[in-house]
T-cell receptor
Framework: GAGVSQSPSNKVTEKGKDVELRCDPI?????LYWYRQSLGQGLEFLIY????????KSGLPSDRFSAERTGGSVSTLTIQRTQQEDSAVYLC????????????FGNGTRLTVT | GQQLNQSPQSMFIQEGEDVSMNCTSS?????WLWYKQDPGEGPVLLIA?????ELTSNGRLTAQFGITRKDSFLNISASIPSDVGIYFC???????????????FGTGTKLQVIP
């Protein structure tokens, strides 16, 4: 597709369950980022991928959060044993590796933990 | 995580008025970006600035990359109702070849336009 695609667009889950969020970056974009946006807040960096490796995972809030990327394309963000404070919009962005390439965002997955 | 200082936090303006918002940082950036986020959507890139002192326009939008490389502003002229949304600045550090582009986002400016 032409843009960054994220699925599902909305996810409601019970506390304690695991969830997987998917991101399809723009074709040819080697860099991929995950951000979290709580209601009315700014963008909180979670993790960065270059190809399939993640040189910066410094934003992952706890060991319940993990992410992987395969084939240099699709990425999955997994949250285990979800808590209510995990409720937020999870945004994925991709860019070219070019030094000045801006980020292009998907529409996000709105996660609600009940 | 680290965030840029963006102001104002929110603003209500009359349709037709001009708007100005800015971002400041204690760090130098190589690139400044301005994004707009509509409800239920991801941020969309409005303007990218690549050189200190650069002034760039995109329709009614004008943005500048500060000379010190630590600040940027965005102006919107003759606002219209569809300008409503949250505007984010972002600073990018592009390290030497092989490194990754660390992107830091501002805290956002929520704009409301009164028809």
């Amino acid at each position: 597709g032409a843009g960054v695609s994220q699925s599902p667009s909305n996810k409601v889950t019970e506390k304690g369950k695991d969830v997987e969020l998917r991101c399809d970056p723009i074709s040819g974009h080697t860099a991929l980022y995950w951000y979290r946006q709580s209601l009315g807040q700014g963008l909180e960096f979670l993790i960065y991928f270059q190809g399939n490796s993640a040189p910066d995972k410094s934003g992952l809030p706890s060991d319940r959060f993990s992410a992987e990327r395969t084939g240099g394309s699709v990425s999955t963000l997994t949250i285990q044993r979800t808590q209510q404070e995990d409720s937020a919009v999870y945004l994925c962005a991709s860019s070219l590796r070019d030094r000045a390439s801006p980020l292009h965002f998907g529409n996000g997955t709105r996660l609600t933990v009940t | 995580g680290q965030q840029l200082n963006q102001s104002p936090q929110s603003m209500f303006i009359q349709e037709g008025e001009d708007v100005s918002m800015n971002c400041t940082s204690s760090s130098i950036f190589n690139t400044w970006l301005w994004y707009k986020q509509d409800p239920g959507e991801g941020p969309v890139l409005l303007i990218a600035l690549y050189k200190a002192g650069e002034l760039t326009s995109n329709g009614r939008l004008t943005a500048q990359f500060g000379i010190t490389r630590k600040d940027s502003f965005l102006n919107i002229s003759a606002s219209i109702p569809s300008d409503v949304g949250i505007y984010f600045c972002a600073g990018q550090i592009s390290p030497l070849a092989g490194g990754y582009q660390k992107v830091t986002f501002g805290t956002g400016t929520k704009l409301q336009v009164i028809p």
